[in-house]
């Protein structure tokens, strides 16, 4: 098979381009990412010059050379991950979140019905996306796979119009789909913009850790390798036009989480006890800010078998030790440096 995921060099997409390339020899996996901020090809290092891994700059906005892409590589199946993803830019700039969540996801299901044939035996349009697109909870309740949209920012509400195109596409084209909302997602390789890796790599530099609000706002946090195999077990085994919400299982409020992520890094970078959480500084609230996410992860598990292996304190050790022992990753990223390895190692190789 032909595999295509967009997004791959992004957070998330370099970890299931990595699962797929190493568990799938018989496949051939075909990366396709525009390299924006977000995209950074450090993260595939390990894997870049396996035989079934091609890299492809591109971008889902540029129509034409899709069909190009198509015509060339032949994919047989597109994990669709591309995306603008943060919460915070989406409000100082919506549109671009329209332009790739929406209308660059249009364009890939229309260049997937152009070259795919129906019955559409080997293909599948697998949809990443996000718990956000179902709103906010109150202190009860889970966010099931029939809870009703009710998105309140700009990147949820783009998420939202994305997956609806693409459950049209399977009702109105018999185009083959599935769609999974994923909770809040935390591992290596994040970029620090989001409030994990920000906190590491400011609690790092005895910078301020911003808490909007009062902190007291709920996230369902997710290992990302947890994430990518539960994406494999929906390639391989999810039924088609359904959805599956994927989750941890475990919620934390954003100053309790805060609070334990300082007390690690206490112990790991050998300060006294209470240094990290001096950092704390409650700031502006973010507007529209949900206020809780939780997801019931049943369906997946009864119907797919999967769960998350490790504990939130596992997977918070094993990311916080990923990014002291991967400080030039984390410079390169803030400095702006990475943007500079896609010139080094592909147009003068
Ligand atoms: P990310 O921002 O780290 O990566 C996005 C990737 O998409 C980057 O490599 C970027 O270069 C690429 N990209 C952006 N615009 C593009 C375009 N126009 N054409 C081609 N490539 C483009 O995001 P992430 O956190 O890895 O999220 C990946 C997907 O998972 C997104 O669809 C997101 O909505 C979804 N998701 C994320 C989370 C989370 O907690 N991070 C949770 C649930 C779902
Ligand atoms: P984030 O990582 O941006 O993910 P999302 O908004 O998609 O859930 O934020 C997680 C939570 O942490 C969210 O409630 C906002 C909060 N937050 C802060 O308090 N300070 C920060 O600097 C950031 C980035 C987030």
Redesign the pocket.
């Known amino acids: 098979m032909n595999i295509l995921v967009?997004?791959?060099?992004?957070?998330?997409?370099?970890h299931v381009v990595r699962l797929f390339v190493n568990n799938r020899p018989q496949d051939h996996i075909y990366n396709?990412?525009?390299?924006?901020?977000?995209?950074?090809l450090e993260n595939l290092r390990d894997i870049e010059d396996a035989t079934n891994y091609t890299f492809i700059k591109?971008?889902?906005?540029d129509l034409e050379n899709l069909d190009a892409l198509f015509t060339t590589y032949k994919f047989d199946r597109v994990i669709?991950?591309?995306?603008?993803?943060?919460v915070d830019r989406s409000i100082k700039d919506p549109l671009i979140f329209v332009?790739?969540?929406i209308i660059?996801t249009v364009n890939l299901l229309n260049t997937c019905l152009k070259y795919w044939e129906a019955p559409f035996t080997e293909n599948l349009f697998y949809h990443?996306?996000?718990?956000?697109v179902y709103g906010s909870l109150g202190t009860e309740g889970l966010f099931t796979e029939t809870t009703a949209y009710d998105p309140n920012s700009p990147?949820s509400a783009s998420?939202a119009g994305s997956d609806h195109f693409v459950r049209a596409y399977g009702e109105t084209y018999d185009l083959p789909y599935v769609i999974t909302?994923?909770?809040?997602?935390?591992g290596q390789n994040?970029?620090p913009e989001?409030l994990i890796p920000l906190f590491i790599n400011n609690c790092i530099h005895k910078k301020a850790l911003p808490v909007y609000g009062d902190g007291d706002y709920t996230r369902d946090w997710l290992y990302v390798v947890d994430?990518a195999l539960a994406i494999e077990q929906v390639f391989t085994n999810g039924t088609l036009k359904e959805t599956y919400n994927i989750g941890g299982f475990n919620e934390w409020k954003n100053i309790d989480l805060v609070k334990l992520l300082c007390k690690i890094m206490d112990e790991k970078l050998n300060n006294p006890a209470g240094t990290s959480e001096q950092l704390i500084t409650y700031v502006k609230d973010r507007p529209g800010h949900d206020k809780r996410y939780a997801i019931d992860a049943t369906k997946i598990n009864k119907a797919l078998g999967w769960e998350p292996s490790v504990t939130f304190e596992e997977g918070l050790r094993l990311t916080i030790d990923w990014y002291l022992a991967n400080s030039s990753w984390l410079e390169n990223v803030t400095s702006g440096n990475y943007q500079l390895y896609y010139d080094a190692h592909y147009l003068n190789a």
């Open positions: 967009t997004g791959g060099a992004g957070f998330i997409g370099s396709l990412d525009a390299l924006t901020y977000a995209g950074n591109a971008d889902i906005n669709h991950l591309a995306a603008e993803s943060h332009k790739t969540n660059g990443i996306s996000t718990d956000e990147y998420k909302n994923c909770s809040n997602n935390y994040q970029f989001k994430h």
